[in-house]
């Protein structure tokens, strides 16, 4: 069902202060930097490995990130796994009484079909499905 671990989601106040931290640091650059309006998000992403750390800054005070970080502050969000077929894993997950965020997939970052499935069905953790 799993294909791989596709991104760790990192929610962060300043996305301009992790570039500049992971490119003194670690001397990388993003592979992928965007706006995802649906989700009221800016977007940037580091490949480590084969997968991504994906950090998520807030585009305005409506937006779930933003929300989380005041509530929680920076720090891990989300964890996200690549699946062949979200709507087949979808469906699996509800014949089971899974929580879904998402009940049908939606386009997140870099084009991917992807959806949440609620921390209460994932042992407190904050689950998206990613298909590309």
């Known amino acids: 069902m799993f294909k791989k671990i596709d991104h760790v989601g990192i929610a962060v106040k300043s996305l301009d202060a992790v570039k500049a931290l992971y490119k003194e ?3 990388l650059e993003p ?21 991504n750390f994906e950090f998520l800054e807030p585009t305005g005070p409506e937006s779930p990130i ?8 920076e720090g891990l969000h989300h964890l996200a796994v690549g699946v062949e077929d979200i709507n087949e894993v979808l469906q ?22 992807i959806a949440f499935v609620h921390p209460k069905s994932m ?8 298909q590309e």
């Open 25 to 27: 640091v670690f001397d």
């Open 31 to 51: 592979v992928f930097e965007e706006t995802v309006e649906e989700q009221k998000v800016r977007v940037v992403g580091f490949k480590v490995g084969e997968s």
């Open 66 to 73: 933003a929300k989380y970080l005041e509530k929680k502050g």
């Open 92 to 113: 699996n997950m509800k014949a089971r009484g899974m929580k879904l965020i998402d009940e049908t997939p939606r386009i997140g970052a870099e084009g991917k079909k």
């Open 123 to 130: 042992n407190g953790i904050l689950l998206e499905l990613s």
